[in-house]
């Protein structure tokens, strides 16, 4: 043991000598593994953010609810052109399953629109206004950050109030509080009463709460759509998890006599479910990583492949010293244990600058798309940087180690 631990400790000590004395050269050796090593850490804890994003957007929905809707979110099993073709769900559908429905412990309906919204000289175009109930937030785990949301009494008769998602508001108010103050939408005037907490949500379109204003459904129907033209998302959440087949398997059997369906006949709706938007997210972000990881991992290999041919000339440049070496008794393990260390070194001097860069990247980066730093990502970087010296380092130190003492002395 005394003899390994003096070894190796001989070993580096000549390494690192041998990357002093050849500091430009061992510069150069690096630079494949600091490229590699902050793509690798930088592309890890961008798309960890992105997919912690994602989940939390995704928690919005609530994994105690279902959503009743003409459309199917992510069902391949069924034709685009049977969707597209399907009646629409009504308002008189959704207040005929609200009473019959028992299970549920809150319901609301949705219906989308695209609309410009101002305030003063600022201007938002194609902006999703949602128009529901006062009932809605109960079926989401959405979160007032000022004001409230808008009551019964103006959900029932349509008044012109308005809650604005996050990120809305700070577009149009970017400084000061939007509560009580007047939005246009579409030349209609609307009082503000809420603003939406945060969401942090990186889902597109309608999925994102944070880029939604919200105002009565019947208010929607009178200034900005038909009502026969619009199909409704019928919210419906469960008292809890273990409900949610149990509300859905209700939901199914009011849905089909609602809208008179025969036994034979297959339902003309869908039931959307938080699980099936997770699992998309889950493809997209996986196919992300896969190829961020291959694309890492062709920086790795080329820079692995320039330090194993650095070694190379390292051993056929020190050929005598290798012969003397092993004329005054060293042996074969600590000739490859030196040229195995300062294969090592190099490579984690490279991971080190590496995940130095790394980490100001990501932080950088962090005002343009979320970024999540992991300790495993650290441990990854350093380990990958460890292992990738051994491998690029082994052919050049096991070429060392079996040299005749003799025939290196006599090499000039």
Known sequence: MYNFLFELKEGLIISLKAIKANKMRSALTTLGIIIGIWAVVTMSTALKGIDNAFKKGVSTFGSDNIYIDKWAWFDNDIPWWELRNRRKLSIDEFHQYQALAKLPTATAPSVMTNQIVKYETRTIESVFITGTTNDYIKTTNLSIADGRFFNELESNSGRAVCVMGSDIATKLFPRGNPVDKELTIRGKKYKIVGVLDVQGSWLMGSFNPDE??????????????????????????????????????????????????????????????????????????????????????????????????????SVKERTKEIGVRKAIGAKRRA???????????????????????????????????????????????????????????????????????????RYE
Not at 378 to 401: K, N
Request: glycine share 10%; with cysteine; hydrophobic share 55%.
């Open 212 to 313: 939604q204003v919200y105002i009565p459904i019947e208010n929607l129907f009178g200034n900005f759509a038909n009502k026969s033209f619009r199909t409704v998302t019928f919210n419906v959440r469960a008292a809890n998890s273990l409900m949610v087949e149990s509300v859905k398997d209700e939901a199914i059997s009011i849905m089909r006599k609602v809208r008179g369906l025969k036994y034979y006949q297959a339902n003309d709706f869908s039931i959307n479910q938080q699980d099936a938007l997770l699992s998309q997210i889950n493809k997209t972000v996986g196919v992300i990583q896969i190829g961020g990881f291959f694309i890492t991992g062709l920086a790795l290999f080329v820079g692995a492949i320039g330090i194993m041919n650095i070694m190379f000339v």
């Open 335 to 409: 000739i490859l244990g030196q040229f195995l260390a300062e294969s090592s070194v190099i490579c984690l001097l490279g991971g080190l600058i590496g995940l130095g860069l790394a980490i100001p990247t990501a932080l950088i980066l962090d005002h343009y798309l979320p970024t999540s730093i992991q300790i495993e990502a650290v441990i990854m970087a350093i380990g990958i940087s460890l292992l990738a010296g051994l491998i690029a380092g082994f052919a050049p130190a096991y070429t060392a180690a079996q040299m005749d003492p003799v025939e290196a002395l």
